[in-house]
């Protein structure tokens, strides 16, 4: 039997760490090169970060049925181009803030810094930008970098829309692919794989991305990284086809690709005559029509999914995008300084490593307890759910060492991770694979809500908990350390929420068959 399956496990591995290396550069590169340059608050990079999670959950809403009409190949090659020009596209919102506010254009990354820096000093202030700028009591020169800071955030959000355009149809793809490549029982192992990609990229970045900004400006890292994903459609072209089509396939694997087909049809010869036999043959083919979009709502089982993502990827989101500016705020080791990179990495490690080898406890509760598929999911899903508990602990064991709030959020993560990979397999365990990116958009699209929730919420609550002081207190904490103590405090209980509700709306295994 050819092992090609895995090959493609390995493309979606490499797409999904290329995606989330794409989302880092900006977490690790505000707080030390881009705020000082824009003059950014905390609120400013939480409205970026909450309003690309908004654009990527409307964007989810339609990727999975895009890719379910466009076809998996097509489908996965247009996301990916999208969401690279996306990230090349920031390293451009310097020289475009200051082509706006100075008239310049056509000038290179340092000569836009140059030009915004004397702008900001004469306070040279149009009368067309008064109409859209507060007003300040504190002179003319607040006034010009409130122009720079303002401009400079409409500018990465509309590249972050691109992105997260583009990034809303990698996870419906690569689940439709797996879908399609791999029998039940392997799926979750298989989605831990790839989906630990996120990761790999989350693990790459801080090794490289600050060291990339510091020697060749925080412009070029956004360039560099993105050119990657140009580089793997080129692979995708090359490799991917369907398992019946595909030259790299043989007889033998896709015999075994399509185990779940060949034991239904077998149990159903078994157990019906002739006449019933051809009904359940019409029922499977009916199976694979496309469920409309709206009656996908109808379904206890997408309600299900959608909880579950809308409870738990804010989660993520939280730690991918501001644990940079955590060990920052809180230990003043700033994102290219060898002890954040140390820090970060050692973060990511323990998340790579336990989420995959979490992906595969299902597989041992099917293949060696005998466990339904989806009894054997969930009963590893509440185990992966008290993982985020011990994130109560990290900012206290933070005051004896940074490395326990690297660790602690390492160990989040994983459970994080390993979540989400069987997550993402309850949907294909339960709707028919014309189906899968359509649901698994429409649940993605919940986790962007409650992703721009906690992000939008997180920035204004460490700004207006900064600006307080002593006076803002939480369990022991006060100012900015509170702030993150109350963050963390809803992060640990959403995933036992998350998993109770889901079992409430969906008790026992029960896939749609669509007539």
């Known amino acids: ?33 881009i705020a000082p340059e824009f003059d950014w608050t905390d609120n400013d990079y939480g409205t970026i970060t909450g309003l690309f999670s908004i654009f990527y959950a409307i964007a989810n809403l339609f990727a999975g049925k895009f890719v379910d009409w466009v076809g998996t190949k097509r489908g996965y090659l247009i996301a990916i181009g999208v969401w690279s020009a996306g990230a090349v596209l920031h390293a451009f919102s310097g020289v475009l803030t200051c082509g706006v506010l100075t008239g310049n254009w056509f000038v290179g990354f340092e000569t836009a810094k140059e030009l915004l820096h004397q702008y900001t000093a004469a306070g040279q202030v ?3 930008m008064m109409s859209v700028l507060k007003v300040v009591d504190s002179g003319v020169v607040p006034t010009a970098m409130l122009a720079v800071s303002t401009i400079s955030v409409w500018f990465f959000l509309a590249f972050r829309m691109v992105l997260a355009l583009g990034e809303a149809g990698n996870f419906p793809a690569a689940i439709k692919v ?33 060291l990339l900004a510091r020697a060749m400006g925080w412009e070029m890292a956004f360039i560099i990284i993105g050119v990657l994903g140009f580089v793997w459609m080129g692979l995708w072209l090359w490799l991917y086809e369907k398992p019946a089509k595909n030259k790299f396939v043989n007889a033998a694997e896709l015999e075994y690709i399509n185990q779940d087909e060949t034991e239904e049809q077998a149990e159903a010869a078994v157990q019906t005559d002739k006449k019933d036999a051809e009904e359940d043959t019409k029922d499977e083919q ?27 990827d804010g989660v993520w989101w939280f730690f991918l995008f501001w644990a940079p500016a955590y060990f920052s705020d809180q230990y ?115 986790g ?3 992703s721009f929730l906690i992000n939008k919420g997180s920035g204004a609550l460490f700004t207006y908990a900064q600006d307080q002081g002593a006076a803002f207190q939480f369990m022991g904490f006060e100012g900015k350390p509170a702030g993150y103590m109350i963050i963390f405090c809803i ?8 998993w109770c509700i889901m079992k409430l709306l969906v008790p026992k295994y029960k896939p749609i068959v669509v007539k």
């Open 178 to 210: 797996t879908a399609e490549f791999f029998p039940k029982k392997d799926r979750a192992f298989a989605t831990s794989i790839f989906n630990s990609g996120a990761s790999i990229g989350a693990l790459a970045a801080p090794a490289t991305i600050p």
């Open 126 to 128: 149009g009368p067309g």
């Open 286 to 312: 009916s199976e694979e029509k496309t469920i409309g979009f709206w009656r996908c709502f109808t379904f206890r089982q997408t309600w299900s999914f959608i909880t579950g993502k809308f409870l738990t």
């Open 1 to 33: 039997m050819s092992k090609f399956r895995w090959v493609i496990c390995g493309l979606l591995f490499l797409a999904t760490t290329v995606n989330y290396m794409d989302r880092q550069v900006l977490s690790l590169t505000w707080k030390d090169f």
């Open 332 to 446: 003043g080791y700033t994102s290219d300084s060898s002890m954040a990179i140390a820090l970060i990495f050692t973060l990511y490690a323990i998340v790579t490593v336990l989420s995959i080898m979490g992906g595969y406890l299902p597989t041992y509760f099917v293949d060696k307890k005998k466990m339904n598929p989806y009894i054997g999911r969930m009963r590893a899903m509440l185990i992966f759910a008290c993982f985020p508990l011990l994130g109560l602990l990290a900012q206290p064991m933070g005051a004896f060492s940074p490395w326990w709030p690297a660790i602690i959020i390492g160990l989040l993560g994983a459970g994080h991770q390993a979540w989400s990979a069987n997550l993402y397999s309850t949907v294909s365990d339960m709707f028919p694979k014309s189906t899968v990116a359509t649901i698994t958009g429409i649940g993605a699209m919940a």
């Open 448 to 450: 962007g809500i409650g």
């Open 491 to 498: 992060c640990a209980v959403a995933y036992l929420i998350g």
